[in-house]
C-alpha cells in the first residue's frame, strides 16, 4: 500500500441499484432493514460529465441502522440505457451482486417461494452449507460443532443478491444484523465482481492504487469443491475460479476476527473458459446494480493518483446528487466505479 492512502479510503460506501420507480424499491428494501436517507437530484447535463448518460437522475440513499458502509443508492433515470444484467448468469464478466447476512436464512427462503408461486420473475438456489474456515480439519457429525455458513443466490430483475447465515462463529465487525427488521438483516457485508485476466495485473490497481488492503488472494473453489459454487456460478466439470478479496485498511491479515465488512470480492476465472461480457448492462444508466462507490478522504489525491493508473476512462470531479464532490472512472478490468470525497 502506498504511504499517504493509510485510512483515508473504507468498505464499500453504497450499491447503486438502477429502477424504474422508487415506491416498490423501497418497499422492498425496508424489509431487509433499510430506511430513507438523503435524496436528490441532476440534470443531464451533470449527470454526462459524471456518469456519462445524458438524462436527467433522481437517487434516494438508503440507510442502515449507524452503518456507515453497505448503503443503498437508488438511481431513477429518466431515460435509461438499457434493462441491466436482469436474471441472467453470475458467470459472465461485468457481473455485479451484493451479500447480506441473515439470522433467519430459512424465513428469506420461505418468502421466496411464496413470491416463486405468485408468480414473480426470479431465480434462487437453495441454501447450501458451506465450511469457510479450516476447510481441511474434518469434523464428526453430532460430536463436533458445526462452523460455516448457509448461503444462498437470490436474482430478479432489479436485484442479484446472495444471503448468508453464520453457525457456530460470530465476526463483531462483519455486518451488524437489524434484529427488528422483518427479515433479519445486515447491512451489505460484501459485493462482487467477475473478471478474467491470467496475469492478475488488474488486480493491483485495487491494493496498489486505492489503497485497500488484500485479505485473501487466489482462494479456489471448483465444481467438485463447491455445490453452492457450482450453483451460483453455474461451473461445469472441471472448471473452476479464483477469488482474490480486499478489505477497509483497518481489517486484517492476519486475525480474522478483526475481518471488517464492506468487502470487494473478486471472481476471478481462468482464460480458458469462454465468458460472455455484460459491462455495458451494469454501468451507470443500466436497471438493476449497476454501480460501486467508495468514499474517500483527501478526494483530489485520489483523482491524480488514479488519472496516472492504467484507468481508461475518467471523470473531472463534479458535485453528485447529493451536493457531494466526486468523480468516476473505469478501473483496468473494466468496471465502472465512483467515488465521493466530503463536502468541503
Not at 14 to 22: D, F, N, S, Y
Not at 216 to 239: C, K, M, N, W
Not at 271 to 292: F, H, T
Amino acid at each position: 500500500m502506498h504511504q499517504g492512502l493509510q485510512n483515508v479510503i473504507e468498505g464499500i460506501y453504497e450499491v447503486c441499484i438502477g429502477v424504474p420507480e422508487p415506491i416498490a424499491a423501497i418497499q422492498y428494501w425496508e424489509q431487509f432493514g433499510y430506511r430513507i436517507g438523503q435524496q436528490g437530484e441532476l440534470p443531464a447535463t451533470v449527470a454526462k460529465q459524471l456518469y456519462g448518460v445524458d438524462s436527467s437522475l433522481r437517487s434516494i440513499r438508503l440507510y442502515h441502522q449507524h452503518a456507515d458502509h453497505g448503503l443503498i443508492r437508488l438511481m431513477i433515470w429518466q431515460n435509461p440505457i438499457n434493462h441491466g444484467l436482469k436474471m441472467g448468469s453470475m458467470k459472465v464478466k461485468g457481473n455485479r451482486w451484493a451479500t447480506t447476512l441473515t439470522a433467519d436464512i430459512i424465513n428469506i427462503l420461505n418468502h421466496v417461494e411464496e413470491a416463486k408461486a405468485a408468480g414473480w420473475a426470479l431465480w434462487f438456489t437453495r441454501p447450501h452449507w458451506e465450511v469457510i474456515y479450516n476447510k481441511e480439519k474434518k469434523k464428526r457429525p453430532f460430536i463436533d460443532a458445526m462452523v460455516g455458513v448457509r448461503e444462498m443466490l437470490l436474482l430478479q430483475p432489479f436485484t442479484r443478491q446472495v444471503f448468508f447465515q453464520r453457525f457456530g462463529y460470530t465476526l463483531p465487525d462483519y455486518g451488524n444484523i437489524d434484529l427488528n427488521s422483518p427479515l433479519k438483516t445486515s447491512q451489505f457485508t460484501h459485493i462482487g465482481m467477475v473478471v478474467q485476466d491470467d496475469s492478475k495485473e488488474t488486480l493491483k490497481f485495487y491494493d496498489e492504487v486505492l489503497g485497500l488492503l488484500r485479505v485473501r488472494d487466489d482462494v479456489e473453489t471448483s465444481y467438485e469443491s463447491s455445490l453452492a459454487g457450482r450453483e451460483i456460478f453455474d461451473l461445469q466439470p472441471g472448471e473452476k475460479f479464483f477469488v482474490t478479496a480486499f478489505d477497509d485498511p483497518r481489517s486484517s491479515t492476519t486475525d480474522f476476527m478483526a475481518a471488517r465488512s464492506g468487502r470487494l470480492y473478486i471472481v476471478r476465472f481462468p482464460g480458458s473458459i469462454n465468458l460472455d461480457s455484460r459491462y455495458e448492462a451494469a454501468q451507470p444508466g443500466s436497471l438493476g446494480m449497476c454501480l460501486y462507490t467508495y468514499r474517500v478522504r483527501e478526494l483530489n489525491q485520489f483523482c491524480d493518483r488514479i488519472k496516472a493508473s492504467s484507468i481508461q476512462k475518467f471523470t473531472t470531479i463534479a458535485e453528485n446528487e447529493f451536493g457531494e464532490p466526486s468523480f468516476s472512472f473505469v478501473a483496468p478490468d473494466g468496471y465502472f466505479w465512483n467515488l465521493i470525497g466530503d463536502r468541503g
